[in-house]
């Protein structure tokens, strides 16, 4: 029994199984399958988890329906053909212990037609808020023809050997658009009172218990959009998920935050509070008799779990993010090791982030994800011949780099030239709510430790300090740098803005690194559309100058709206008041203010500033490869240094080149 969490690792008896634990992986879309089907990648993947030591594992959504399918990596509606698929990824979980239950889902009017080829069907022909199209208003026989949908989709779970399943009534899908006036507009049976709107869940249900037996699991997800006046509202959803209790229709319901109509709080980023689930769950603790209650969404770390089983809000806690960024999260919670975790940074980036443009997903801290079968999971294998390794550059592929290459049992030497690890990451960690950057940081520093890495800070290296006879190789990691020229992708011909010798013009990294001092009215340009011109601007603007942002962009953080970070971002920066110019550039820098040059007509325009601030590509800090290249070791050049690009590249690349020592 651990200590530090006594509560998240006492056993629970859910219908015939005692899960070990109260921590649950919850459903997500992998975006895995293969022409529908599941693969070595999504066996591995969950496998990795079910090893890690969760308690219940719940698979991906399945669509029921045609009309359901969303992504390219769904699994095949209506077709039997998964189940033998199906039963290796269930074996897979099953193998360590843990209960393996599939979510069935059908988004109802927020189809992808992209995807499906299928009009959307939902109760009364509402626009999709999926994407621009309308839907269709379902007839009787296609409302049969979905419940069934469920029911087959059920059947097949049990004969590929899943405990039960889990019906997706969340994010304002199908089921919860039946219960939903604002969407359920029927005159029929199936709309008006609450024992109509819930006819279809409560038949989707009873009809899956009478197929798949007394001993399956059924669990219902749900979800509440506080802020939005048409959804249902929490005393609503606790009525609903009541009459289904009541009736003995739900072994459990999962609680979580967001929907189509708030969809930034479905996957809450950094920007949000933590434990979003657990106010809703704690709503329907108090009016279940019968089923376990789970709180789901943004709770990342164990201690947040211990917190909300402490208050009785949940029964059980669903981590799913963070088992993303540390599958054995919950094996270093039972050993009372939490400071070995692997925290997530709810950035979105490759999670959330590779299935909205429609990939695979995997993680920004930790590569392995989506590599689970190609790599190992996220253990390593000792070398059979140590080698002596130096790494040279302590950011984000360095850090990496090293400590796989440790934990594969080679000796390693880390040299950073500055006072601290982390190179441009760390400046990312000191903008604002991005604190969950220094603490994976802080993470890597007693990791290093840990692996008896030997980490020399304040060392800038040259070839010529490197003796060839004492390592065996060399992997440069030196990062990027921002030009200081002005150079701007939207305006290709000039190569040098004219009139930065005037002066007041510096990078976004001198700022953050506190090398510069900006006047009260600060323009920042933006060619990037993420946090490194975002949060700068964020900075500036909590410290009291006026900020305007230049992008050449059609609006503000365009990066991140892959991440559901865009809109909560401009949010916050309009509290602030931060002002913008968009589809702009800038023309010319007076030294009080520069001539901007709007790209859809070409008129120019004066604006006054003090202070011109730049987020431009970077340029890879290779200087060193041709010297490292002459000293005839093998040479590895990872991360910004081969190409400046967003972070996950560099961890990946890092712990790549760990990997193949």
Known sequence: MSKKFPRLFSPLKLRSHVLKNRIV???HTANMAVEGLPTERHAAYYAERAMGGAAMIVVEPMPVHAAAVLTRGNFRPSDDAVIPHFKRVVEAIKAHGAVAIQQLYHIGAHGDSDNSFHPHWSPSGLPSYHDSDGSHAMTE?????????????????????????????????????????????????????????????????SRIRAVCGPDFIVGLAVSDEPDVKVALQRDELAEIVKLHDDLGLIDYVTCGSGGYLDFYKLMPTFLYPEKLGADLAAVLKGVVRKAVVIAESHIRTPENAETVLGESAADLVSIVRGQIADPHLATKAGEDRPDDIRGCISCNQMCWGRRSRDYWISCLINPSVGREAEWGGDRFRKSGEPKRVLVIGGGPAGLEAARAAAERGHYVVLSEASSRLG????????????????????????????????????????AGDIAPADFDIVIAATGSYSPETGFQKALPTVETLPGIENGN??????????????????????????????????????????VTIVTPDPFVGKELQRTAADVPMRQ???????????????????????????????????????????????????????????????????????????APYAFFEGRKAGLEI
Request: hydrophobic share 45%.
């Open 505 to 546: 013009v510096f990078t976004v990294e001198a700022i953050m690194a506190r090398q510069a001092r900006p006047g009260h009215r600060v323009l920042l340009v933006d060619e990037g559309g993420g946090w490194r011109g975002g949060g700068t601007a964020w900075k500036l603007a909590e410290e009291g100058h006026a």
């Open 423 to 462: 190179g441009n990451f760390l400046l990312a960690g000191l903008q604002p709510r991005r604190a969950q950057i220094l603490d994976l940081i802080a993470w890597y520093e007693r990791q290093l430790e840990k692996l008896g890495v030997e980490v020399c800070l304040n060392t800038y290296v040259e």
């Open 572 to 646: 916050a920066l309009k509290k602030l008041g931060v002002q913008w110019i968009v589809e702009a550039s800038i023309a010319e820098w007076h030294g009080n203010g520069a001539t901007l040059i709007d790209h859809n007509t070409g008129d120019r325009r004066f604006v006054e500033a003090d202070t011109l601030v730049t987020a431009t590509t970077n340029m890879a800090a290779d200087w060193l490869m041709p010297d490292l290249a002459a000293l005839g070791l093998p040479i590895r050049q990872i991360g910004d240094c081969a190409a400046p690009r967003q």
């Open 141 to 205: 026989a296609e409302i049969e023809e979905t419940i069934d949908g469920f029911v087959q989709a059920a059947r097949r779970c049990r004969e590929a050997g899943f405990d039960g399943v889990e019906v997706w009534a969340a994010y304002l899908g199908m089921v919860d658009q039946f219960w939903t006036p604002w969407c359920n507009r029927r005159a029929d049976r199936w709309g008006g009172s609450l024992e109509n709107r819930t006819r279809m869940s409560r038949e989707i249900l």
């Open 25 to 27: 992986f919850g459903a």
